[in-house]
């Protein structure tokens, strides 16, 4: 990390500091649980989530 990518303001920096922590965390426990299905999970939620903000755009695909 450079110190350009560092976070300056206190909430940037409590975020990353919980997403470095607890998410990753939660993370790698939901890989070794639930393994395949975790990852196709995520996949799925992230192509809806991009679906559902181009269309707030009004973007097409």
Not at 8 to 31: C, E, P, Q, S, W
């Amino acid at each position: 990390m450079s110190l350009r990518a560092f976070p300056r303001g206190i909430n940037h920096l409590a975020k990353a500091f919980y997403n470095v922590t607890i998410m990753r965390f939660y993370d790698t426990f939901m890989r070794k649980v639930q393994g395949k299905k975790w990852i196709e999970y995520k996949n799925l939620r992230a192509l809806t989530d991009t679906h559902r903000k181009l269309i707030r755009e009004g973007k097409t695909l």
